[in-house]
């Protein structure tokens, strides 16, 4: 089955340690995103790649950046992890097929947990 | 710009009983509607959409029409089940964002979390 895949699904780092949460899909969506959400919120969307045309939210933190290697690949990078940034991180994504141009696909997520 | 609204949680049913979240929006252009739901450690999966008014979107017992008269989204479904315990998103999709045409920026609501009892 066609399908967004997030890993790990846990992740627990130290305070100010590098951390990498990887997303790929199998959907050949040309639009990927990636969300923050904490406990009991909605998401709150960090940045999004439009093919290899990255976009970010203007109240992202610096802290947070992406990468997208190909179109199947995706990756968030934390440079330096406070406890505030404890939370599920969601990706997902959008194709181009007129049925569903504006729905997105979402992964099952990372729990990311700051010691 | 965009807001969705929807009513506050918790929600507490007993098995079989009527279900409805109650779900408005505001949006400048012709937004899709969409309801998601998440269950407990997952990550959001699509229940059901509306792309124009009148459409009814349905999935799995539930169901929701797209109502422009009174910008609303309500999520109904007869009969629920145990199952059924989550948090339901209420979203809409409106504006495109970023340097693509076809990148277009969800709307979320708070959030509702249903508890089915037995």
């Known amino acids: 089955d066609a399908m967004v895949i997030q890993n790990p699904r846990y992740q627990v780092t130290q305070f100010g340690k590098p951390v990498t949460l990887s997303c790929s899909q199998t959907?050949?969506?040309?639009?990927m995103y990636w969300y923050q959400q904490k406990s009991s919120q909605a998401p709150k969307l960090l940045f999004h790649?439009?093919?290899?045309?990255?976009?970010n939210e203007a109240d992202t933190p610096d802290n947070f950046q992406s990468r997208r290697p190909n179109t199947s690949f995706c990756f968030l990078d934390i440079r330096s992890p406070g406890l505030g940034d404890a939370a599920m991180y969601l990706c997902a994504t959008s194709g181009r097929m007129a049925r569903s141009y504006n729905e997105q696909f979402f992964g099952p997520g990372t729990r990311l947990t700051v010691l | 710009g965009d807001s969705v609204t929807q009513m506050e949680g918790p929600v507490t049913l007993s098995e079989e009983a009527f279900l409805t979240i109650n779900c408005t929006y505001t949006a400048t252009g012709y937004p899709s509607l969409f309801w998601y739901v998440q269950y407990p450690g997952e990550g959001l999966q699509l229940l059901l959409k509306a792309t124009k008014a009148d459409d009814k979107g349905s999935n799995k017992g539930f169901e929701a029409t797209y109502r422009k008269e009174t910008t609303s989204f309500h999520l109904e479904k007869g009969s629920v089940q145990v199952s059924d315990s989550a948090v339901y998103f209420c979203a809409l999709s409106d504006i495109p964002v970023g340097s693509g045409a076809g990148s277009y920026q969800l709307t979320f609501g708070k959030g509702t979390k249903l508890s089915v009892i037995p």
């Open positions: 959907l050949n969506h040309n639009v």
């Open positions: 790649y439009y093919d290899k045309d990255f976009n």
